[in-house]
């Protein structure tokens, strides 16, 4: 097993559960990548955000559905959440902690801390999950085996101190109440202060991308200041909506709002959610504590950049096990197969390692039931999900990834509750 991120971890759990042992190698703390901080496995460098874990929602029902197979992951998250309204959020550092520790302790892993550049060769079966920033060697000889990897543009949102925020400003609430109420803290703007601060983005300093690289943004993860320059209200429909949170001291929705959610479960940190950036750093010192309410003397704990994701043109290049069909013997797991987000990557890890049990027990591969949410993000690495003629790119798991209901009329609310109705329903004896 190459990689101890999400998918390596919970590839070489679900291994050694069922009694396989597993020779796991991270390159940390030996060489780190540009955005890694933590010598633990699992670390999660955009956000500390599970998303979603609504069941009526795609990727809450993914959570619903590795609870169910046994998941590390989501077992070690619901142990180190941290209070995020109806999201799923976590102490990262208690979470890759945790993780760890699970699995150091586990007698059939035997952990290595190295750098691997050269694919794994025989004798045996390897999983390969590297993640989006698979270091640059071990990406060529990839490269040469399947041909060139297509690649996209990823972003980190900033991190605050608690103290530097000015908290006559903030107040405390979730959109419609959700979990404990008052999980987020949410800093309100006026039309016209929402209008600067637009105008300070469109007309920021930027890093600007070398000239060999091309930026492909993943549209679920854009930049904020991509975001701006598609029009003047796409903020604050996005990340900067307001809906769903009244101000206290007016009793109304702001015109936008930037919310703030922890980053550990005392509160010591927050993170400006959904403001990923690949301003200049002084830039977003700048920016963000002169046009953005509440953060004038911010201090930073994290500041945003960019990086470089790799993912592999998998209909193409992947059998429907998840091997390579150039290396039947080599599984992929994980972002680099195409899958995106962090429960979707552990997802990705889970079906690598059933398929090296099916394998490992000479029987054909049984793929999950494509009417759950493992069966989707399966759908969508082989193809079967994805527009005919369009190019290949990265997806989080979403209903459109599902086989479409049938043709029954139903309204929003009861098509999503159909969807999880009939995924519980076929995912029990493929679990089993």
């Known amino acids: 097993m190459v990689g101890a991120g999400l998918a390596g971890s919970e590839a070489a759990w679900t291994l050694a559960r069922a009694g396989v042992p597993v020779d796991l190698v991270e390159m940390k703390p030996v060489r780190r990548s540009p955005v890694q901080r933590l010598d633990g496995f699992a670390e999660l460098v955009c ?50 902690a945790l993780v760890t520790d699970r699995l150091s302790r586990e007698p059939l892993v035997r952990v290595e801390r190295a750098e691997v550049e050269k694919l794994p060769e025989g004798p045996g079966l390897a999983i390969l999950a590297t993640g989006p920033l698979t270091s640059d060697p071990l990406a060529a000889a990839l490269a040469a ?9 990823d972003a980190i949102a900033p991190v605050v101190t608690d103290e530097s925020i000015d908290r006559t400003v903030a107040f405390a609430a979730s959109r419609w109440g959700k979990g404990e109420g008052a999980d987020y803290l949410n800093l309100p703007m006026d039309a016209a202060a929402y209008q600067a601060f637009v105008a300070a983005l469109l007309a920021a300093d930027k890093v600007v991308p070398h000239g060999f690289e091309e930026p492909r943004y993943f549209e679920g993860c854009l930049p904020i200041e ?32 930037v919310q703030l959610r922890r980053e550990d479960l005392a509160g010591t940190a927050w993170n400006l959610v959904g403001f990923q950036t690949r301003l200049t750093w002084p830039e977003q010192q700048r920016i963000f504590r002169e046009f953005i309410p ?32 150039a290396r039947p013997d080599l599984f992929l797991a994980g972002q680099i197969t195409g899958v995106e987000g962090y429960v979707e990557s552990a997802g990705s890890g889970l079906m690598a390692a059933r398929a090296v049990l099916d394998r490992l027990a000479g029987r054909p591969f049984r793929p999950p039931p494509a009417t759950t949410a493992l069966g989707a993000l399966h759908r969508h690495v082989t193809g079967v999900a994805h527009p005919e003629g369009l190019a290949f790119q990265p997806s989080n798991v979403v209903f459109a990834l599902f086989p ?29």
């Not at 900067?240 to 007016?250: A, I, N, S, Y």
């Not at 930073?300 to 043109?313: C, K």
């Open 294 to 325: 509440g953060l004038a003397s911010a201090e930073f704990q994290r500041l945003g950049q960019v990086h470089r994701n790799t993912f592999v043109d998998a209909p193409r290049v992947l059998s429907p096990d998840q091997s390579l069909r």
């Open 145 to 153: 085996l399947v041909g060139p990897g297509l690649a996209f543009y």
């Open 47 to 96: 956000s500390n955000s599970l998303r979603s874990d609504d069941p009526l929602n795609a990727v809450g029902l993914l959570h619903e559905e590795l609870r169910q197979a046994g998941s590390l992951v989501l077992s070690c998250a619901d142990e180190t959440r941290v209070p995020a309204g109806g999201a799923l959020a976590v102490d990262r550092a208690a979470f890759s």
């Open 226 to 257: 991509v975001m701006a320059e598609r029009g003047l209200d796409t903020l604050r429909h996005g990340p900067m909506k307001p809906v769903g949170l009244d101000d206290p001291r007016t009793g109304r929705w702001p015109h936008a709002v």
């Open 404 to 432: 479409p209901l049938d043709g029954r009329r139903r309204g929003k609310g009861e098509r999503k509750q159909a969807y999880a109705e009939r995924a519980r329903k076929d995912l029990k004896e493929w679990i089993e």
